[in-house]
């Protein structure tokens, strides 16, 4: 036990003294945030770009459906005609939308046309159409000779406020929230195992292929030599992944202090007293930026970070006594390719079959591939955050202890033989036989 605390201690601050370990545990979480920054910015300038759309509207009827909107300005050139307006959209205009003449407004909807150098952007075109909807609504219904006003006071917006049978009520942000932190932590494990693992694998290349595993092997067992290293490295993904936490909750806290949101419990006092006050106090009172900071603070942080922490040790021992295996039985980086797509086939699986079910978190393909060991440690934390059913995580992490131990004395078989081996790339076959030795 003293020789496998020591290999545990070795690999360990190995890892963490590294210095690609400590630059990126501390700018990972500022790379992120510059990341999102990023892409606020580039979309606010992508948002300010403004589009000059010509048109030519010879059925006279659509001239005043076109206003001009923040990132859209609309330039009459009926009175050029087609032809001569086509060619002056060429060199000046972002498009040129042509509404032709016609007896007959469906006929008029199917022969309206967009012309551009370019492809236009969907939402430019999304944008367009809709005002044309519009207008063609309104044309048709007075046709009709059918009361505006009586249509208007007919359509009633219904919005629904989602609550579950506790009382507990959730709104769409706080939904699209728990897609997005499901998402998040399924990605960061998967991203976990990979780096992780093929660290242990390096590892254990590294010293065979410098002969150090053969002075190495002479003190201690290859289970312990194993063991040490993946035990080793999962300590130092953890340790890593919790300073990211920490250094998450304080900018999450700071960004709360500093745009005032109030705190759930305040809201549930007052909710208590007069519910409907509390509400009104909510939707009035809170920005956008508010009701996010509000959602992110309802969602199950402790519950997903413990659970991140048992996925991520069962994940990564499962696939982690994999890579071991892996790099005792080859001899170079190069020769693990032939064994590395069936390791990382389940894991791909496991992506995109969370990323699908978020949709449906409860239902049967999510809750199988959620109690799967293999593809587990990411599907059930993309459900976690829409609540799981005990007996689920439970079954889950029983069932994922388990493949583990059989992992282990799997890989502890071909890395005790594989170790010491080379000058030979073996096969499918050869493994196989080396479970029988």
């Known amino acids: 036990?003293?020789?496998?605390?020591?290999?545990?201690?070795?690999?360990?601050?190995?890892?963490?003294?590294?210095?690609?370990?400590?630059?990126?545990?501390?700018?990972?979480?500022?790379?992120?945030?510059?990341?999102?920054?990023?892409?606020?910015?580039?979309?606010?300038?992508?948002?300010?770009?403004?589009?000059?759309?010509?048109?030519?509207?010879?059925?006279?009827?659509?001239?005043?459906?076109?206003?001009?909107?923040?990132?859209?300005?609309?330039?009459?050139?009926?009175?050029?005609?087609i032809k001569e307006a086509r060619e002056k959209t060429k060199e000046f205009y972002t498009g040129l939308l042509y509404i032709p003449k016609s007896d007959s407004l469906s006929q008029l909807s199917e022969g309206i046309k967009f012309f551009s150098n370019d492809t236009p952007g969907l939402t430019l075109l999304s944008s367009i159409e809709n005002k044309l909807e519009k207008k063609i609504r309104s044309l048709k219904i007075e046709q009709l000779q059918i009361d505006a006003d009586k249509i208007k006071s007919i359509e009633t917006k219904v919005t629904i406020d989602s609550e579950n049978f506790l009382g507990e009520k959730s709104s769409k942000i706080g939904s699209m929230l728990r897609m997005i932190a499901g998402g998040g932590f399924g990605y960061l494990i998967f991203m976990f195992i990979i780096i992780y693992g093929t660290s242990v694998m390096r590892s254990v290349i590294e010293e065979k292929t410098s002969r150090i595993i053969e002075v190495i092997i002479s003190s201690v067992k290859p289970f312990q030599l194993m063991m040490g290293k993946i035990i080793g490295n999962a300590m130092a993904g953890i340790l890593q992944f919790t300073i990211w936490m920490v250094l998450a909750g304080l900018i999450l806290t700071a960004v709360t202090i500093y745009f005032g949101v109030e705190t759930s419990s305040s809201t549930a006092i007052l909710g208590q007293m007069n519910p409907e006050i509390a509400q009104q106090v909510q939707s009035s009172s809170a920005s956008d930026l508010q009701i996010v900071l509000l959602e992110i603070k309802n969602l199950p942080i402790m519950t997903m970070f413990f659970s991140f922490i048992i996925y991520f040790l069962g994940g990564y021992l499962i696939y982690s006594s994999i890579y071991a295996a892996i790099g005792a039985a080859v001899d170079s980086e190069t020769d693990?390719?032939?064994?590395?797509?069936?390791?990382?086939?389940?894991?791909?699986?496991?992506?995109?079959?969370?990323?699908?079910?978020?949709?449906?978190?409860?239902?049967?393909?999510?809750?199988?591939?959620?109690?799967?060991?293999?593809?587990s440690p990411i599907v059930m934390l993309m459900r976690i955050p829409f609540g799981v059913p005990w007996w689920q995580l439970i079954t889950s992490i029983a069932l994922l202890i388990i493949t583990f131990i059989g992992m282990v004395w799997f890989a502890a078989k071909i890395y005790r033989v594989g170790i010491l081996m080379y000058g030979k790339k073996p096969t499918y076959k050869e493994i196989y036989k080396w479970l029988k030795y």
């Open 336 to 375: 693990t390719q032939q064994f590395m797509m069936p390791v990382l086939m389940p894991l791909v699986i496991a992506i995109y079959v969370g990323f699908s079910v978020i949709e449906n978190p409860h239902g049967p393909i999510a809750v199988g591939f959620s109690l799967f060991p293999l593809t």
């Open 1 to 81: 036990m003293g020789k496998l605390k020591l290999i545990i201690k070795r690999e360990f601050l190995a890892k963490v003294k590294n210095k690609s370990f400590i630059v990126m545990t501390i700018l990972s979480p500022l790379m992120v945030l510059g990341l999102f920054s990023l892409i606020i910015f580039l979309n606010e300038k992508n948002s300010e770009e403004i589009h000059t759309v010509a048109f030519v509207d010879e059925s006279q009827q659509f001239s005043d459906a076109f206003a001009d909107s923040d990132g859209v300005k609309y330039i009459d050139l009926t009175s050029l005609g």
